[in-house]
């Protein structure tokens, strides 16, 4: 198993560009979500999805899109980049939302917006 | 207002040397504490899941302990490996609310040789 993948690795964009960042999983997880951590903050949680065709706002939603057509993959969308959206990505799986789940986590995408 | 804080922020030790991270935590009502190991550039990578009613949980060198009374839990690593060189997250879960996983801010650790 891959477990979680996530690309690009680096991404540097300019003010107001769009761009997608993806994430697959082959475990079949039900419950996939999209992190952000910044310098000197705990990781916040973008949006969630608990199964294909279903997602659901995190904390810190603006911004972004999201959509979950199958089970393996779902990809974040940035509308349009502004500089407070330099951080690092991560996307994150588990069997199912909730309980005592593991939850796995993706190696990652360095976004920069200048 | 939910929130998870760790101390130290930071912390440098010598190669096989202990040491304990803490986590001390508000959320409630609670599900269970998570400790996560991230190496720099990588992803966050669990370590242990401790319910209210677990006082202690080891993972090899690596052994955590939680007071759920006091909302207190601790990551205790013994002799220290170059390896163990990363930050550790403490996140904590919650049983109500719309964003159940509170994440700490981390402890980085270097473990020089």
């Known amino acids: 198993n891959a477990g979680v993948t996530q690309t690009p690795k680096f991404q540097v964009l300019k003010t107001g560009q769009s761009m997608t960042l993806q994430c697959a999983q082959d475990m079949n997880h039900e419950y996939m979500s999209w992190y952000r951590q910044d310098p000197g903050m705990g990781l916040r949680l973008i949006h969630y999805s608990v199964g294909a065709g279903i997602t659901d706002q995190g904390e810190v939603p603006n911004g972004y899109n999201v959509s979950r057509s199958t089970t393996e993959d779902f990809p974040l969308r940035l509308l349009s980049a502004a500089p407070s959206q330099t951080s690092v990505y991560f996307c994150?799986?588990?069997?199912?939302?909730?309980?005592?789940?593991?939850?796995?986590f993706g190696p990652g995408t360095r976004l920069t917006v200048t | 207002k939910n929130q998870v804080e760790q101390s130290p922020q930071s912390l440098i030790i010598l190669e096989g040397k202990n040491c304990t991270l803490q986590c001390n935590y508000t959320v409630s009502p609670f599900s269970n504490l998570r400790w996560y190991k991230q190496d720099t550039g990588r992803g966050p990578v669990s370590l242990t899941i401790?319910?209210?009613?677990?006082n202690t949980k080891s993972n090899g060198r690596y052994t955590a302990t939680l007071d759920a009374d006091t909302k207190q839990s601790s990551l205790h690593i013994t002799a220290s490996q170059l390896s163990d060189s990363a930050s550790y997250i403490c996140v904590v879960r919650g049983t109500s609310g719309t964003y159940k996983y509170i994440f700490g801010t981390g402890t980085r650790l270097k473990v020089l040789a």
């Open positions: 994150a799986s588990s069997p199912f939302e909730g309980g005592f789940y593991e939850q796995y």
């Open positions: 401790m319910t209210f009613s677990e």
